[in-house]
């Protein structure tokens, strides 16, 4: 038997296939319906007037011209409810107003106009009620599960023979043990040191003036703003490293970082709570800075950012060098190979992401590098006797 197809979905639907959708017949309806919806339960209870929630102002005021919607949208909204066994009438999880998917419900009448994620956007932050809460469960658990999702598939690989042949120090494949022990130090400094921070942000992003309401930004706002954020980092990264690397700094911070000779994905963030806050502080502060001189920065942007991070610091520490590695194809790219080096070595290849400080300022590590040094200084000495 064919599944009901639910108000939402029919209406996307005839949309798609009318190419253009009907403005609201009745907004003001409409935006009291919306503000029946989002009455800020915990804050505003008292007050006798609903009040919106801030993050819906922009969706519920504004009546949005006549616009196509996509079928892939159409089919990612459908498969997503039909893959939760929901309809309008019935549903696994229930479609009360008071549940996530009854916000989404309420959210999806009125504002078609929004993409599947925003409108799960906007769900969340409707159904926790209170944005430091919201954004402090988002930011951690996004944080946790990109790091373990990502250094997973560098311990299965390490457990696959097959690959060793691509381990830069393929002597050193690290035991199970010691990677047990990593995650355990890992996950200690995640509660115990990130984990206040993160629940800072939401007030930190707000003092700096980042967005979170809706529509998202475009990818290309997204993309440009993270490569700038990817410069800025790498050049905090270089020098905080370098510096780090300073006698008394090292003995007392970054030694615990280096107990890994031979790295693996997850030692990437296995470091002291200092380490952890001046190389974190290049993290947040690019995205700070440039909200701070371009007002234009949305918190999506920057959680999208601290993911391209997470992946670049994993695998620079995967301690995997294969044929198809960025690095072949972007020769600015640091990668596993530039980090690496720097684990076995303990001095040079300061920098995080790319290659350029290191090369300007005559810190590359590895035999290729001492070998054109070596090169230079006899050069020099050669001009000296002429
Ligand atoms: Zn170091
Ligand atoms: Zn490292």
Redesign the pocket.
């Known amino acids: 038997m064919m599944a009901e197809v639910p108000p939402v979905l029919s209406k996307i639907w005839s949309t798609h296939r009318q190419k253009t959708l009907p403005t609201r017949p009745e907004p003001i309806n409409s935006v009291i319906e919306i503000r029946r919806s989002f009455v800020h339960r915990s804050i505003f209870a008292s007050k006798q007037l609903p009040t919106l929630h801030p993050l819906l102002i922009p969706v519920a005021v504004i009546e949005q011209p006549a616009r196509h919607v996509s079928p892939i949208n159409y089919l990612i909204v459908e498969s997503l409810l039909i893959c939760l066994n929901r309809n309008s009438t019935s549903s696994l999880f229930g479609s009360s107003p008071d549940t996530f998917w009854g916000q989404f419900d309420e959210i999806s009448k009125y504002n078609v106009h929004l993409n599947v994620f925003e409108r799960l956007w906007a769900a969340w932050y409707a159904y926790v009620q209170n944005d430091v809460l919201a954004t402090g469960i988002m930011s951690f658990l996004m944080h946790e599960i990109v790091y373990f999702g990502r250094s997973l598939p560098w311990i299965i690989i390490d457990r696959i023979h097959y690959f060793n042949k691509y381990k830069i120090q393929n002597q050193k494949i690290p035991t199970a043990q010691e990677q047990w022990n990593c995650a355990k130090l890992v996950l200690l400094s995640h509660f115990t040191v990130e984990l206040p921070q993160i629940w800072l942000f939401h007030p930190m992003a707000v003092y700096v003036g980042l967005a979170t309401g809706l529509p998202f930004p475009s990818l290309l706002t997204m993309a440009y703003q993270i490569a700038v954020f990817f410069i800025l980092e790498d050049t905090w990264h270089y020098w905080s490293h370098r510096a780090l690397h300073w006698g008394p700094l090292y003995k007392n911070i970054h030694k615990i970082?280096h107990q890994y000779s031979a790295?693996f994905g997850m030692a990437a963030e296995y470091a002291s709570p200092i380490e952890v806050m001046i190389l974190g502080l290049g993290t947040v502060g690019a995205p700070t800075l440039w909200c701070a001189i371009s007002g234009d920065l949305h918190i999506l942007t920057m959680y999208l950012w601290i993911v391209c991070r997470l992946f670049q610091a994993i695998d620079a520490?995967s301690g995997y060098e294969f044929p198809w590695s960025l690095h072949h194809f972007l020769p600015f790219w640091a990668g596993a190979e530039h980090?690496d080096v720097?684990?076995e070595r303990f001095i040079g290849n300061y920098s995080s992401s790319f290659r350029w400080w290191d090369y300007v300022l005559d810190t590359e590590s590895g035999p290729e590098a001492a070998k054109k040094r070596r090169e230079r200084k006899l050069a020099k000495e050669g001009k000296k006797f002429q």
């Open positions: 970082h790295p520490h980090h720097h684990h």
